[in-house]
């Protein structure tokens, strides 16, 4: 062998072994040998998930003195989320402020809501409106259009209602609004008996933490689906082990359902009807270099991915996180772009590729969370989220399955998440990873089978 055929053997042993670590590396597969530990899911005990779990919320259909709402132009964004809930809500329509909801506002939101396939949640006002309005939205949605809209919301957030700086009403306590609530569902469901209500749409954490069980006891056989507000951390405190602590939400939510248990009896559905890492987006208050997990970065979208499983498991009606798009930093999509800022593929991932059935996750690695899922094709679809600042090694593995799945070796990116598509048989794995490269760079995940 001349010494050309032996430096080109070696060139291509380099870029061989380059080509393997980075695949490797990226996604998944490598040398066995080094992995000890085991993530480990069970196909026993799966469990359906809700048909109304993926939600967002309408938010900005106000135009304020622009040539249109915010949201014109994202239909094909939102219809690739597969969403569905989407809820029309928040303090400003409740206020309904700085402009009144119209009858053209309600029949945009419709059609938005047809166009991408979601189930709408309409708000009625408290602050901006009354009972006799929120009757005739009842009327003009179900009786004179025909939309028929089944569900719907009363107020929003009204623990803060004598809270704000100059309040919106003096001297508003829970009572009151246990006194608006009964008489707004007694003539919204006088126009419409079937309909389904929805409240009381407090924050537990905050001002509403006294309000949930006097709320149950008052109107427990009154609300169809009870919803609480979370908004995950205060802006100076959005670090990355903050944003990426699951427990807190995990607590939040089964602190909220043993309070309905507990009043009203098990099975009453609860949702979270507005979350985000942060309530403040300003983008003048938003430091990334010192909070790199502030509302639009990398780390708020690995935040999203987490409370998003977490909700899952859960068994949560619906978790509609704030918004799709807005002038501050909360929205999903970019302001001036419509791009997709990292919440929105963490959401991707799960909408459209989790399963309709969810699995129990027997063994986590510390540092990780864990989602699993059946597909109607029996294949079994993971989320696995790597919180850790160290690329990680793992086998995965299955128990219970009618047909044994074989155990492989994955590799997982530091700060990142991974979906898996394993097939019930031996055959390829679809694979998407997502990083803080690929979210610096404006990518969605990467995609490769192996």
Not at 9 to 30: H, T, W
């Amino acid at each position: 062998m001349d010494k050309r055929t032996v430096l080109r053997f070696a060139v291509l042993l380099c870029l061989l072994s380059v080509f393997c670590c980075y695949s490797g590396q990226v996604y998944g597969l490598k040398s066995d040998s080094k992995y000890d530990n085991q993530i480990v899911i069970s196909w026993a005990n799966a469990r359906p998930i809700r048909n109304t779990i993926y939600g967002m919320n309408y938010w900005s259909w106000m135009r304020y003195g622009r040539s249109q709402p915010d949201l014109e132009g994202t239909e094909a964004q939102a219809a690739a989320l597969r969403l569905n809930i989407l809820r029309i809500g928040g303090w400003n329509g409740d206020k309904q402020f700085p402009e009144d909801l119209t009858t053209a506002d309600v029949d945009r939101f419709v059609s938005y809501c047809r166009s991408v396939g979601a189930q709408p949640v309409f708000q009625v006002s408290i602050l901006g409106g009354d009972l006799e309005e929120a009757a005739g939205w009842v009327d003009y949605c179900n009786r004179q259009k025909g939309y028929d809209i089944r569900y719907w919301s009363i107020g929003n957030e009204p623990e803060f209602y004598s809270h704000r700086k100059p309040p919106d009403i003096t001297g508003y306590t829970v009572w009151s609004y246990i006194k608006d609530f009964k008489r707004y569902v007694k003539a919204m469901k006088d126009v419409d008996p079937t309909i389904k209500i929805l409240g009381p749409e407090v924050t537990p954490v905050y001002e509403g933490s006294g309000w949930l069980e006097p709320f149950l006891q008052e109107c427990g056989d009154l609300v169809d689906i009870v919803t609480i507000h979370r908004y995950e951390l205060p802006p100076n405190k959005c670090t990355i082990e903050n944003a990426l602590n699951s427990r807190n939400v995990r607590t939040a939510i089964q602190k909220a359902r043993a309070t309905i248990d507990r009043i009203c009896g098990p099975g009453k559905p609860l949702a979270l009807t507005e979350t985000n890492v942060s309530w403040d987006g300003n983008p003048e208050h938003i430091n990334e270099k010192k909070y790199p997990a502030s509302p639009g970065t990398f780390f708020a979208g690995l935040w999203a991915a987490d409370t998003l499983g977490t909700a899952l498991e859960e068994d949560l009606w619906t978790i509609s996180f704030w918004c799709l798009k807005e002038y501050w930093r909360l929205g999903f999509l970019d302001f001036d772009t419509n791009k997709p800022r990292p919440a929105y593929y963490a959401v991707y991932m799960f909408t459209n590729h989790f399963g309709s059935e969810l699995l129990p996750v027997v063994s986590v690695p510390k540092g990780f969370s864990v989602y699993a899922s059946r597909r109607v094709d029996h294949k079994t679809v993971l989320i696995i989220i790597n919180k850790t600042k160290t690329g990680r090694g793992f086998k995965v593995s299955f128990t219970d399955a009618p047909i044994p799945i074989p155990e492989r070796p994955y590799f997982f990116p530091a700060y990142s998440i991974t979906c898996l598509v394993v097939p019930a048989e031996e055959g390829k794995i679809d694979s998407w990873v997502y990083d803080q490269s690929l979210a610096d760079e404006g990518k969605p995940p990467r995609y490769t089978n192996f």
